[in-house]
């Protein structure tokens, strides 16, 4: 089954079923949270913007529709609608615009749905060492104790991956 197959049955069973929700929470979580972490930089605003986003999904779940795009992508829209929300209430309360970020366009977005897309079709360990590397945000080294291995062979892991991502998206661009 591909992961767009995956993707679809859990969100029809979730639509269904709200408790089943929890799938589509549990696979999303880290990717949400880095994307989140990264834009606002305060790891207790992150968590809790983090946690809004997936309160407005299970809210909209059954408004969902299925094209085809990962499931990722609507979470990533609701997550930049968030964070721009959140700006803005932080530029009223304090009035300074200072660290607020461009949110990003609709190109950006397809963009980074595809590249999730491409990212859960590599290899395996290219996938683990890309997942722990950036979504969990480890280093090397801690990547080479979790997986057995040494840090040259985690960075040439990392390395393939990168070039392979690069390719694909170039080819898909072309």
Do not use: C
């Not at 595809?114 to 290899?123: C, S």
């Not at 722990?132 to 291995?149: C, D, M, P, T, Y």
């Amino acid at each position: 089954m591909t992961q767009s197959t995956d993707d679809r049955l859990r969100i029809e069973a979730a639509q269904r079923d709200p408790s089943r929700f929890g799938e589509l929470y549990e696979e999303n979580f880290y990717r949400v949270y880095a994307y989140v972490t990264r834009r606002v930089g305060d790891r207790n605003q992150a968590e809790d913007l983090t946690a809004e986003v997936f309160r407005q999904a299970l809210a909209g779940i059954g408004k969902f529709e299925w094209r085809g795009v990962p499931f990722a992508a609507w979470l990533l829209r609701i997550a930049s609608r968030t964070i721009a929300d959140h700006f803005k209430h932080s530029l009223r309360e304090t009035g300074d615009p200072a660290g607020e970020p461009e949110p990003p366009g609709p190109f950006d977005i397809e963009r980074r749905a595809m590249l999730f897309q491409l990212v859960e079709r590599l290899p395996e360990s290219q996938f683990r060492v890309i997942h722990l590397r950036f979504v969990e945000q480890k280093s090397i080294r801690e990547i080479a104790q979790e997986l057995g291995r040494s840090e040259g062979a985690v960075k040439q892991l990392q390395l393939r991956a990168l070039e392979n991502l690069r390719a694909q998206m170039e080819g898909a661009h072309a």
